[in-house]
């Protein structure tokens, strides 16, 4: 069972690199995700840890959570 994770808001205005960026990212987290749910820990981390340098503040919040939750 997954942690509570916090919903982020996409709702914000953003550039159009920004957003090429923030949807990477959260492609990145729901990889991450998938990965845990196959029992993957090493390639989930390898993945959060990759959005906590990279990611939004929110994103980064999320890639703790999941790596708090290996």
Known sequence: MLPFLPVINL???FGIAD???MDEMETKLDL???YIDMGDSDAAKEIALEVLK???AEQQMVAQALLDGL
Do not use: P, V
């Open 11 to 13: 709702k914000k205005s």
């Open 32 to 34: 991450a995700i998938a």
């Open 54 to 56: 990279k990611g939004t």
């Open 19 to 21: 957003l090429s960026e």
